[in-house]
């Protein structure tokens, strides 16, 4: 069983930066990939970008490209989401999940943290 714990969320003004972190434990862990989702109040979720357990990237939503880079450090199994440039309609809850074969169906889901861009 994986469990993922994410970090890094809050309250920033728009042109902010902020950067989330998500640890995987529980082991062994052979992840496929690792991504970010996100669900904004009253809205469905979101995939916004994932990434490989080897460091490359599988997509951007393009709202976020250009200001979002996803990274991973597979020696402390932990995934990251540097978000420049904020705009308030990034507000959302952010969830980190990994999956053993399928990024777009992932097995194992972060608890959320929360990402508020005020205007």
């Known amino acids: 069983q994986v469990t993922l714990v994410e970090s890094g969320g809050g309250l920033v003004q728009a042109g902010g930066s902020l950067r989330l972190s998500c640890t995987a434990s529980?082991?062994?862990?052979?992840?496929?990939?690792m991504g970010w989702f996100r669900q904004a109040p009253g809205k469905e979720r979101e995939a916004v970008t994932a990434?490989?357990?080897?460091?490359?990237?599988?997509y951007y939503v393009d709202s976020v490209k250009d200001r979002f880079t996803a990274s991973i450090d597979n020696a402390k199994s932990t995934v990251f989401l540097q978000m420049n440039n904020l705009k308030p309609e990034d507000t959302a809850d952010y969830y980190c999940?990994?999956?053993?074969?399928?990024?777009?169906?992932?097995?194992?889901w972060g608890q959320g943290t929360q990402v508020t861009v005020s205007s």
């Open positions: 990434i490989t357990w080897r460091g490359t990237t599988i």
């Open positions: 999940a990994a999956a053993l074969f399928d990024i777009s169906t992932p097995e194992y």
């Open positions: 529980g082991g062994p862990i052979k992840l496929h990939a």
